[in-house]
């Protein structure tokens, strides 16, 4: 299973954009890099995800290198909504086709400052 | 449109007692899991549900036994509760597809005594 490094704590400014950095090294070719969020003790929100091109949605974009051994996580306008742990996986087919289990470590805990 | 609905949000046990924590999804998915997260920690799988009527262990099951009751329903169940397993319960839900994401629930706060 390919691990991701995360580091454990971020600041940014409100308003500022947020970047997020994770290390997966040891990703296969066909595994997805996905991002969830948890705020506060509610349960983990999906983010975004992808495979080997940038992604954008309503809430964040997605820059994976070239090598797709890293990528970041975007958050263009940062509010204090945004303060929260961001877990970075990548996705390992485990039980069959169309179940597939999420391995979270530990995040990075980012609090948006005003 | 509720999503994944867990219950109860706070329980607390004493040690040898038994419980269940109950998941129901609305999402018409396949797919659902049990995950536990300690202060600090990410979240570690319990136990999945590929389908109806399968089962099968996650990274940390000692303890745990699990029941799929019908499509929308997975149970958890602690037989006899160890102060170890006071932990925050989420459960998760997958949809057809292999790019969709997982659906969390909001948690059981599970305190053993």
């Known amino acids: 299973d390919a691990k991701t490094t995360q580091p454990p704590s971020m600041d940014c400014a409100e308003g500022r954009a947020a970047n997020l950095p994770c290390n997966h090294s040891t990703i296969s070719g066909n595994e997805y890099v996905y991002w969830y969020r948890q705020i506060h003790s509610q349960g983990p929100q999906y983010i975004i995800h992808g495979l080997k091109n940038n992604e954008t949605n309503e809430m964040a974009s997605l820059i994976i290198t070239e090598d797709r051994k890293s990528s970041t996580l975007i958050l263009p306008h940062a509010t204090l909504r945004d303060t929260a742990v961001y877990y970075c996986i990548v996705r390992v087919p485990r039980g069959g086709a169309g179940s597939y289990q999420l391995t979270f470590g530990k995040g990075t805990k980012l609090s948006v400052i005003p | 449109n509720a999503g994944v609905t867990q219950t109860p949000k706070f329980q607390v046990l004493k040690t040898g007692q038994s419980m269940t924590l109950q998941c129901a999804q609305d999402m018409n998915h396949n797919s659902m899991y049990w995950y536990r997260q300690d202060p600090g920690m990410g979240l570690r799988l319990i136990y999945y549900?590929?389908?109806?009527?399968?089962?099968d262990k996650g990274e940390v099951p000692n303890g745990y036994n699990v029941s799929r009751l019908n499509k929308r329903e997975f149970s958890l169940r602690l037989e006899s509760a160890a102060p170890s397993q006071t932990s925050v319960y989420f459960c998760a839900s997958l949809g057809g597809g292999v790019l969709q994401p997982q659906h969390f629930g909001d948690g059981t706060r599970l305190s053993i005594l």
């Open positions: 549900s590929a389908s109806e009527g399968t089962t």
